[in-house]
């Protein structure tokens, strides 16, 4: 995944950049850049990699080094950006926030037909940005280029784009998979995956972008270079794991929306008879304990922090070299709290359950430090396909997902052909997989939230959101 965050501004605008990218910390752990803009000094530009350092140790000394009235910045998973690019276009700085699944063929495609050749990083790996260009890079304007790009490319692409000519192009995907936000204020403008990371910097929401619209942000407004649609398809897991809970999508919370999905999970287990008899109601945190409170909250039951993850010195960026480290480190970052364990029936709400490796893990531990019995609740349905469109999972294939790795135990391939059922805890097989990964992580029971549930949750209609992870429908 990833976020940006780009500001045109009268003065130097590197102050507002710096808060408004490290504000999207909580969307990458791998890498980060910031590019700037100066008629002095041209282009600059600052990447490091982040992987075990929070972006703001990273950059501390970039005060001293950059400066410009046009800057971009920019964390992610994927490759190092922003990238500088020199073109018929001009010279531009250019970040991407997306997923290309027929990369491959782009690249062929590209060598073939253009004639050209791309670099390549250690590994002989491609660098997914330097790809976009190279589609953009075909056509006059930059407008074209995008829109070209995104029409070639299978999967999403968010693109924004720092231009030698004091301005930020910014594209939404063309089916409005992830949000563009546009602030402004006295001095200029800034663009924004996250809302709240320019409101702390005293912009107020202009407007968040169409899906598939391309706009040009110069210090005295926003120029449409072409118009976006209202028929989008924004990811649902926005709300239910990625956001911040302070972000708001298409004007919706996150954080009120969990506290809402929490609530629609506990009135369904009222209504199924499936209520269990906690003593205390936890999420996993951290995203899983807004989900939590709204469970509690319906239930009656009271909820309480059984454990706490100790982030002052492993964030979550901390990312030990080895597996046998990274099992270590999780597992010493989940500190018990004995009286609200020992002895205790604990139900617990996470955002999702996708390999259940982790929660087998934390299932273990509650155990271990002395819980009767554990109750587990998934915000989402039950994950079915790996995302396609942002490659959320960190799953391979769809076979480690514990949803299809279940479904083969119980009846094999045949099973695949009955996946509607399985989502449905109506169903015999819907029961059966309940049940089986039940075995598998030691739990009470297990539930998930409905695909109903989360739409009514989010409050928007079902013909803009996608569901792919969970029923194959985008």
């Not at 594209?171 to 320019?198: I, M």
């Given at each position: ?39 002095e000094k041209g282009f ?270 492993w964030p979550r960026s ?76 960190r799953a391979t294939s ?77």
């Amino acid at each position: 995944m990833g976020g940006f965050f780009g500001a045109v501004s009268e003065t130097d605008v590197l102050g507002d950049v710096f808060f408004g990218t490290d504000y999207h910390s909580h969307l990458g752990t791998r890498s980060a850049g910031l590019a700037a803009y100066d008629s002095e000094k041209g282009f600059q530009r600052a990447i490091h990699n982040i992987t075990n350092a929070p972006f703001r140790t990273k950059f501390n000394t970039i005060f001293e080094e950059m400066k410009g009235t046009a800057i971009i910045g920019m964390i992610n998973d994927t490759d190092p950006q922003p990238l500088l690019m020199r073109s018929r276009l001009g010279k531009y700085a250019i970040c991407f926030i997306g997923i290309i699944n027929n990369k491959e063929e782009l690249i062929k495609e590209y060598i073939s037909t253009i004639g050209a050749q791309l670099g390549t990083m250690s590994g002989g790996n491609q660098n997914t940005t330097e790809l976009v260009a190279a589609y953009i890079n075909q056509k006059d304007t930059f407008a074209e280029g995008i829109a070209y790009a995104q029409e070639k490319i299978d999967g999403t692409a968010l693109i924004m784009i720092l231009t030698e000519n004091n301005s930020i192009i910014v594209a939404r995907d063309k089916t409005g998979k992830l949000p563009v936000h546009v602030g402004v204020k006295e001095t200029g403008y800034c663009v924004s995956f996250e809302d709240f990371a320019f409101e702390k910097l005293g912009y107020t929401q202009e407007r968040e972008l169409e899906a598939g619209e391309i706009a040009e942000v110069r210090v005295d407004g926003v120029t449409v270079l072409k118009k976006g649609t209202q028929h989008k398809k924004i990811c649902s897991f926005l709300w239910s794991y990625y956001g911040f809970p302070t972000a708001n999508y298409e004007g919706i919370n996150v954080e009120s929306m969990r506290y809402r999905n929490g609530e629609i999970m506990a009135e369904n287990d009222r209504k199924n008879g499936e209520m269990p008899n906690a003593d205390f109601v936890a999420g996993v945190p951290d995203s899983g304990t807004p989900h939590a409170i709204g469970y509690a909250n319906n239930s009656n039951i009271r909820f309480a922090r059984p454990f706490i993850k100790y982030t002052p010195t492993w964030p979550r960026s901390f990312m030990p070299p080895t597996q046998i480290e990274r099992n270590r480190i999780a597992k010493m970052k989940q500190i018990p709290i004995n009286d609200l364990i020992k002895d205790k029936e604990l139900m617990f709400v996470d955002d999702s359950i996708v390999r259940g490796t982790q929660l087998r893990e934390t299932v273990e531990f509650l155990y271990e430090s002395g819980a009767k019995k554990v109750h587990m609740r998934s915000a989402c349905p039950p994950i079915m396909y790996g995302c396609k469109y942002l490659n959320f999972s960190r799953a391979t294939s769809d076979m480690e997902l514990i949803t299809r790795a279940t479904i083969m135990e119980l009846e094999g391939e045949v099973g695949l052909a009955h996946i509607d059922e399985y989502i449905d805890t109506s169903t015999e097989r819907g029961r059966k997989m309940r049940e089986r990964i039940c075995e598998k992580l030691h739990l009470a029971s297990l539930e998930f939230q409905t695909i109903d549930g989360l739409i009514e949750a989010i409050g928007l209609e079902p013909c803009k959101l996608c569901t792919y992870c969970w029923n194959g429908k985008e």
